[in-house]
């Protein structure tokens, strides 16, 4: 099965075997890459699935998922499921909890709502989109997000990225931080200038990357220059498989699939809202400061409607 059949020592934790797969991802063969997005991707149905089945979704061979158990130092494909189900359960707690709620406030509804129509999809949306944040905050490496917001707030720099649909996310995200915080800067494609933008990353400095399947080929390219050239990548994405995962130094997965057609910016949207206010928490003073003047701007440039 290629180059990566050489056996290591296994990893201890989830997380481990989450970056190790990242990063050997590229150099797989095939059937290899298959198995590990498999096992990077739908960490609920590996953990739930047989060796049978989950070979199949692969579409390799039983024998090809147990070789691929081993080289990664496991002593077969019982371990290596074995610390899936662990992490299944881990996220599970915190889903558990939310439906706990959810049954509470809806049993609440049913007391005080009227009752609606066949057809209407607002009550079940709700509930979909809450899960979704629900998911996306259960998957969250509590180390990774508080350095994450340490890198934020202390960088000198901090630029945003996000193209097509993770372009008012990125906005938004972008807003917030410079609320909180100086020198933050959108990198913005459609004025063409995104070149020029760029060029002005420097090392230490801080790149968040936003972007989901499927992945805008400038983002991924910006990751990358980026990456060369010494800044930290924060990237909020879909899935650990994702190319702005493999290129992070601090990955965050959003749950994005919605109840509709198009996929779902909630969870995208919750990350990017938690990091610009925990970074505003955490520069305190300075953060109130630059509140200050904004307000004495706004005032001088009679920004807004009088009520």
């Excluded at 494909?77 to 599970?92: D, I, K, N, T, V």
């Excluded at 005080?112 to 629900?134: F, G, M, N, V």
């Excluded at 707030?153 to 996310?169: E, I, L, N, R």
């Excluded at 002005?200 to 801080?206: E, K, L, R, T, Y």
């Amino acid at each position: 099965m290629g180059s990566k059949e050489a056996t290591q020592t296994a990893p201890h934790t989830y997380d481990e075997l989450r970056k190790r797969l990242q990063g050997n991802l590229s150099a797989y063969a095939p059937g290899q890459a298959r198995i590990a997005r498999l096992l990077l991707d739908d960490l609920p149905g590996v953990a739930v699935r047989s060796l049978a089945d989950n070979a199949k979704k692969a579409g390799v061979h039983s024998s090809s998922l147990v070789r691929f158990a081993k080289s990664l130092g496991f002593e077969g494909y019982p371990a290596l499921a074995h610390m899936c189900r662990e992490q299944l359960s881990e996220q599970a707690h915190l889903i558990d909890r939310f439906d706990q709620v959810s049954r509470i406030d809806q049993i609440d509804d049913d007391h005080t709502q009227p009752a609606h129509a066949a057809d209407d999809r607002t009550p079940q949306a709700a509930h979909d989109l809450s899960r979704d944040i629900a998911r996306t905050f259960s998957t969250m490496n509590p180390t990774a997000w508080q350095q994450a917001i340490e890198a934020l707030a202390h960088t000198d720099a901090v630029y945003v990225c996000g193209m097509q649909k993770c372009f008012s996310p990125a906005y938004l995200l972008s807003y917030l931080l410079h609320m909180a915080r100086n020198h933050v800067y959108l990198l913005d494609s459609p004025t063409g200038n995104l070149l020029a933008q760029i060029r002005d990353i420097n090392p230490g400095d801080v790149l968040v990357a936003i972007s989901i399947r499927q992945y805008t080929r400038q983002t991924v390219q910006t990751v990358l220059h980026a990456k060369e050239h010494g800044a930290v990548i924060i990237a909020i994405t879909d899935a650990p498989s994702s190319p702005l995962a493999a290129a992070a130094d601090y990955a965050f997965f959003a749950e994005c699939e919605g109840p509709y057609l198009f996929r779902s910016l909630v969870g995208i949207i919750a990350i990017a809202e938690s990091l610009a206010g925990e970074v505003s928490l955490k520069l305190g003073e300075h953060t109130r400061s630059q509140l200050l003047q904004d307000e004495r701007l706004i005032a001088d440039f009679g920004l807004y409607q009088d009520e």
